[in-house]
């Protein structure tokens, strides 16, 4: 079966970094995500990239994150200067057209600032 | 946006059925989901209901009420492994994103 691969599984930054969780999407899909979950919390939308942009972010998603397909099977996630309170579980997932198959989700990044 | 409520927690014997109820508020409606989501792992996709009714998939089902924005996911022939968090996701009219209810955790006990 089709799987959204992330890397790395475990990332931890001290704070002020930057850090790249990266992705790749499901081949045929068309619309990608990224989601963040923190402990103990619901899982919450970040952004939405279809067609080689931006279509929709949340107002997390502020000035210190970004998201590229730099080739035809990566999508990164950036985070310019780390905070403490961006720990979270990081999840990419991806949708074809109608999202009926449902959105498949990849195994997540924990990323934990110190 | 969306205001998505489900029940925080629910118990229940290994061989039972449990119906974990979702509701919702939507500016706009294109699809509600069910995810299964183990204690440090990505959600799985387990039904996804548009129009109204009853969709069933082996063990599980899921019913959508549009008019009342309402739906649930019932589970049936409890197993041991079936103990985890059930998240409920609309779909905006609008654009592909899913927003997600906090989750019930789902105990099941021999």
């Known amino acids: 079966e089709p799987e959204v691969t992330q890397t790395p599984s475990h990332q931890v930054t001290q704070m002020g970094q930057e850090v790249i969780l990266r992705c790749v999407p499901i081949?045929?899909?068309?619309?990608f995500y990224w989601y963040r979950q923190i402990l103990g919390q619901k899982v919450e939308f970040l952004v939405s990239?279809?067609?080689?942009?931006?279509?929709?972010k949340s107002e997390i998603f502020d000035d210190q994150f970004s998201v590229e397909r730099p080739d035809g099977s990566n999508f990164t996630l950036k985070i310019r200067s780390t905070k403490l309170e961006d720990s979270a579980m990081y999840f990419c997932?991806?949708?074809?057209?109608?999202?009926?198959?449902?959105?498949?989700f990849g195994s997540g990044t924990r990323l934990t600032v110190v | 946006g969306q205001n998505i409520d489900q029940p925080t927690e629910m118990t229940a014997t290994e061989g039972a059925i449990v119906q974990i109820n979702c509701t919702y508020q939507?500016?706009?409606?294109?699809?509600l989901f069910w995810y299964q989501q183990h204690a440090g792992e990505a959600p799985t996709f387990l039904s996804y209901?548009?129009?109204?009714g009853l969709e069933e998939k082996g063990r599980f089902s899921s019913f959508l009420s549009r008019s009342k924005g309402y739906s649930y996911l019932l589970l049936k022939e409890l197993q041991m492994k079936d103990s985890a968090s059930y998240l409920c996701?609309?779909?905006?009219?609008?654009?592909?994103?899913?927003?997600f209810g906090a989750g019930t955790t789902v105990t099941v006990r021999a």
């Open positions: 209901n548009v129009l109204d």
């Open positions: 990239f279809y067609n080689n942009e931006i279509s929709e």
């Open positions: 081949s045929n899909h068309l619309y």
């Open positions: 939507t500016s706009g409606f294109n699809g």
């Open positions: 997932a991806s949708s074809d057209s109608g999202g009926s198959n449902g959105y498949t």
């Open positions: 996701a609309v779909r905006d009219r609008n654009d592909y994103k899913l927003s």
